[in-house]
């Protein structure tokens, strides 16, 4: 808590844009900065200002869109252009609701499991993984198993996860050519990233996986992104039987 803290002490906050704030706790990917964003993020839900729009967080910091029209006729400070006074109303706005949060010892999530079958059709770039660090692509896997995970973000795609936590021993590069398709559920490691792609996109990850879970779920209005910022991951080995197990149950509960 003491370290989280310090990152809320040190916020920055600057303008992005006409319409948008960005709240910064410092540059390195750290559970104790994303604490405080987490934290911002729940104030904004609890405590809304007129002209809030939306506020999404990152690894570190959150930014806050707001209407400066909204927020100019609200505020009372000195006269001004209504841009320059509504972004200082928004940053005052920002700036109380972040002196009123108060760290308090937080219960520890359970770990959410992801299956993942390792390697094959799978996981076509596990062996390039494994030649790149000396290892076998049974060592890769042991070790991509043995991590202790933890979500920063959702991004990129619906649903998908930034993933830190990534032991470094089986840190690598992204691809240096991209692929135009990567199916639903790779599973991948980009520097010291992992991650898992909820929809078949491009990308440069390396794929070393996939999972048969369903990491974005349109038909869950209330839920559509099966992880969030703050969860807590382990990934678990399976075989291609267990796979198209899970798969099959997965596609069942989508139908329903």
């Known amino acids: 808590m003491e370290k989280a803290a310090e990152y809320l002490q040190a916020a920055q906050i600057r303008p992005v ?3 948008a704030l960005m709240v910064s706790f410092g540059s390195t990917i750290d559970p104790e900065i994303l604490r405080c964003a987490r934290a911002l993020v729940t104030e904004l839900e609890q405590h809304p200002f007129p002209g809030l729009l939306e506020f999404e967080a990152s690894y570190t910091g959150v ?11 609200e505020s009372s400070l000195p006269e001004d252009h209504w841009l320059s006074k509504g972004y200082r109303e928004a940053a005052a706005r920002v700036k109380t609701l972040l002196e009123g949060i108060r760290f308090t010892a937080e219960a520890e999530r359970d770990k959410i499991r992801i299956p993942v079958c390792y390697g094959g059709e799978y996981g076509p770039d596990l062996e390039e993984v494994a030649e790149y660090h000396h290892l076998t692509p049974e060592e890769v896997v042991k070790i991509h198993t043995g991590g202790d995970y ?12 930034y993933v830190g936590g990534l032991p470094p ?24 990233q992992t991650g898992a792609y909820p929809l078949e996109t491009p ?22 992104s099966l992880l969030q910022a703050g969860d807590r991951l382990e990934f678990v080995s399976i ?18």
């Open 203 to 224: 990308g440069g990850w390396q794929l070393i996986g996939r999972t048969p879970l369903a990491l974005f779920r349109p038909w869950d209005l209330e839920h559509p």
């Open 169 to 192: 021993e089986i840190a690598t590069p992204r691809k240096k050519t991209p692929r135009l398709v990567i199916p639903a559920g790779s599973v991948g490691i980009a520097g010291s």
């Open 150 to 161: 933890l979500v920063y973000m959702i991004g990129f795609a619906p649903g998908f996860p």
């Open 17 to 19: 844009g006409e319409g």
């Open 63 to 73: 930014t806050v869109f707001y209407d400066p029209l909204v927020l100019a006729r």
């Open 239 to 256: 075989t291609p039987e267990e796979y198209k197990e899970l798969a099959a149950k997965e596609k069942e509960g989508a139908q329903k």
